[in-house]
Each structure stands twice: as structure tokens, then as C-alpha cells.
């Protein structure tokens, strides 16, 4: 018999009185980190990753979220995952829900807390974890590209105005560090709404104008009732990207209205 690949799964930050994850809420100036909060004291196992789960709590406007986990002490918390992006559709207020697997490394013992900023501030957040034991392939440090803290958005990439072509490359970093793997968060943009629309996106590595595609055609989904992008997060792809690479993304869509064309991303290399 096969063993199975996971030996062990265990929740942190579970409110089980309200069946939702631990209340974390914005700084109340818009686009700045708010506090510092635990979801648990201690960790009961070494975890050879996480999947992260956020759902909304407030229920008006579109906002644009970025989300740090952190480890230690209070008042001396690590981050070990910058800037999580994640979109609020106002259409569907409290009932998103998002997960993404995080293959980072966590010791037994560890304390974890989490902080965010949004793009009007003051908003919440029901944010928890599911710690993951066994024979999984983990990495020791996270490095985030394309996030920009002053809109609490991602970097925009264009498909262009001519529907169903791809449009320019949109530089995620200029040099990154070793990868041995990334995954993607896609958001619509609080200056932006949306049309019913697909998108193919790629993924490339090489200088401007030459850019080689090593991830093609990430299909994507623009839902006008709610302003929704899905899938709000790819799954992780296990690729070597050598350091020192400029790595940008490329968009092509059935929309090409100036005005609800564009998206966000950005991109977490993992080593």
C-alpha cells in the first residue's frame, strides 16, 4: 500500500462560534499594513507547507487587498509571505472565498500572525490556515514581484485594444532571485470594472523584446455582475527560473475596451 503524500493536516485560526476564520482588519489609512494579528500561539508539528483561506467579511465597493504572513514573537513577527493580492468583488461581499496553496516551510513552535492593507481602508478580512504534514516538496523563502503598496493592487498588463492578440509584456521584476517554482494572483483593479471576457496570459523570462514564454495561456475568466476575475490564483508551478532573470507577463482577451480591459497580478517565486 502506498503511503499517503500528506500524514497530517491541522487548522489555525479557525473561529468555530462563527464557522469563519479570524477577524483581521486594515489599517484605517487606506493602502498602509494594519496590526499584527495571531491566528495561533504555537504550531504543533514541523509543516512542509500551507494553504492559506481568506474570505470577505464587508460586503461594499470593490477594494484591492495585500496580505503578509509572518512568524515569531508578538511585536517581532518575520514575514515569510509578502503581499498576497487579493480582489473584494463589492456584487459578492461577504460570500468570496480564496485558497492557495503556499509551499513555505513552517517549524514546530512557531507563532503565526498576519497584518494587511487595503485600498480604502478599515476593511476585514476572515483569514485562517491549514498547516500540511508529510512528503511534500517545500522551500525555505518567498520573493514577491509586481505588487504595488501604494494602491494595494498588482502590476497592470494591458491585452490591448485589439481583441484576441496579445498585447505588450509587463515587467513582474527586472532580476529575481533562484526560483524553483512560482504561482500567480490576479485582480481586477480598483479603477477598473469588467466585462464578460476570457483571457490567455503567459508567463516569460528574457530582456524586453525578447521575452521566451515558459508558462503559455493561463486561461482567465472577467465576470461583469460582481467585477470578478477568476481563477483569482494559479495553482503552483514547480520551474526553475534561473536569478538574475527579468520575468513579465503578456495578456490577450476577447475584451479590448480601454476601460475594463486591464488586470493586476502578482507573482510569488518560491526557494
Known amino acids: 500500500m502506498t503511503n499517503s503524500v500528506l500524514s497530517r493536516i491541522e487548522a489555525a485560526g479557525i473561529v468555530a462560534a462563527s464557522s469563519r ?36 467579511e ?9 496580505i503578509d504572513i ?6 517581532s513577527e518575520q514575514v515569510i509571505l509578502a503581499n498576497f493580492h487579493e480582489w473584494q468583488y463589492s456584487a459578492f461581499g461577504e460570500h468570496v472565498s480564496l485558497q492557495a ?13 498576519v497584518r494587511q492593507q487595503d485600498s480604502s481602508g478599515s476593511s476585514a478580512r476572515n483569514i485562517s490556515v491549514q498547516l500540511l504534514a508529510g512528503r511534500l516538496q517545500n522551500y525555505g523563502r518567498a520573493y514577491t514581484y509586481g505588487a504595488t503598496t501604494a494602491s494595494s ?20 521584476t527586472a532580476s529575481c532571485d533562484e526560483l524553483r517554482g512560482f504561482f500567480i494572483c490576479f485582480g481586477v483593479g480598483v479603477s477598473t470594472t469588467k466585462a464578460d471576457s476570457r483571457y490567455l496570459v503567459n508567463v516569460g523570462v528574457g530582456g ?4 521566451q514564454v515558459i508558462v503559455p495561456d493561463i486561461a482567465l475568466t472577467g465576470i461583469a455582475d ?18 538574475g532573470s527579468r520575468i513579465a507577463l503578456q495578456a490577450q482577451s476577447t475584451d479590448n475596451a480601454a476601460g475594463t480591459r486591464i488586470i493586476h497580478a502578482v507573482l510569488y517565486g518560491f526557494n
Open 21 to 56: 476564520g479570524t477577524e483581521v482588519i486594515s489599517n484605517a489609512t487606506a493602502n498602509t499594513k494594519g496590526s499584527w494579528t495571531q491566528l495561533i500561539a504555537s504550531t504543533a508539528f514541523d509543516a512542509q507547507g500551507f494553504i492559506l483561506q481568506l474570505n470577505s
Open 58 to 66: 464587508t460586503s461594499t465597493g470593490n477594494k484591492a487587498f495585500l
Open 70 to 75: 509572518g512568524i515569531g514573537a508578538a511585536a
Open 101 to 113: 496553496y503556499v509551499p513555505l516551510a513552517i517549524p514546530a513552535g512557531s507563532r503565526i500572525a
Open 153 to 172: 493592487n498588482g502590476t497592470a498588463v494591458d491585452p490591448g485594444a485589439t481583441a484576441n492578440t496579445d498585447g505588450a509584456w509587463a515587467q513582474m
Open 208 to 211: 524586453a523584446g525578447s521575452e
Open 226 to 243: 460582481g467585477t470578478l476575475l477568476l481563477p483569482a490564483v494559479t495553482l503552483f508551478y514547480p520551474m526553475v527560473v534561473t536569478a
